[in-house]
């Protein structure tokens, strides 16, 4: 069966420090992957996704950055945080054929100082 | 895409029917109507599906209206487990398209005992 795993669980980052956060998926080949972020209060937001690797798009204009280095691996980045970018940030993957059934990780709740 | 109005809150008590109405009166002939769940501080989990027959699985049933313009997601016995905020995302089903699913901010349905 499919898993997906993302880490870390929660984070408290200062403004102006780096960003890492690592998704990976087991289980399947060439998944779509998604990283959404959640204001409080607010729905998810499409951040960026990818349909392979080293293949990018970004929905917003924004201080982050995507990477997917590997088939099952996607990483999301800063070089320097802004109290904006706090939130609640969500990693996902769908089949490439299999339409719009996302499966979400349990995500990470970064809160900068 | 169709937008989808959808309560703002509901309450159920625990052992009876939860019907989490949708509105989705733009909907067009190749779109699906999906649902998801938010439990608190987790990441959204599929429910459902359907076009236009009406659907069951082992969570949830989902009745579409004849004219495809309002659905309704029945959980039939509400746990206190089923407490969480309800997505319905109308989408086609194509995977050409299926990375942009469009978050509203649901309805939070209040299972009690």
């Known amino acids: 069966s499919q898993t997906i795993h993302q880490w870390p669980a929660t984070l408290v980052q200062p403004v102006g420090s780096p960003l890492s956060l690592e998704c990976t998926v087991e289980g399947t080949s060439n998944p779509n992957l998604y990283w959404y972020r959640q204001a409080a209060g607010r729905g998810l937001q499409l951040l960026f996704y990818s349909v392979g690797i080293g293949q990018i798009s970004s929905e917003v204009p924004q201080n982050l950055s995507a990477s997917r280095p590997q088939d099952r691996q996607f990483i999301l980045s800063s070089k320097k945080l802004l109290l904006s970018d706090s939130g609640f940030y969500l990693c996902a993957w769908s089949d490439s054929g299999q339409g719009n059934q996302q499966h979400f990780g349990d995500g990470t709740r970064l809160s900068i100082l | 895409d169709a937008k989808t109005t959808q309560p703002t809150s509901m309450d159920c008590a625990e052992g009876r029917a939860a019907n989490l109405p949708c509105n989705h009166s733009?909907?067009?002939?190749?779109?699906?109507v999906y649902w998801y769940r938010q439990i608190h501080s987790q990441g959204p989990q599929y429910i459902i599906h359907g076009l236009k027959n009406n659907e069951t699985n082992e969570m949830a049933s989902l009745i579409i209206t004849e004219d495809r313009k309002s659905s309704t997601l029945i959980l039939p016995h509400a746990t206190l487990r089923d407490t969480a905020v309800y997505y319905c995302?109308?989408?086609?089903?194509?995977?050409?398209?299926?990375?942009?699913?469009?978050w509203g901010l649901g309805t939070s349905l209040a299972v009690n005992p």
């Open positions: 995302i109308v989408r086609p089903y194509n995977a050409g398209n299926n990375r942009k699913l469009i």
């Open positions: 733009t909907i067009s002939g190749n779109e699906y």
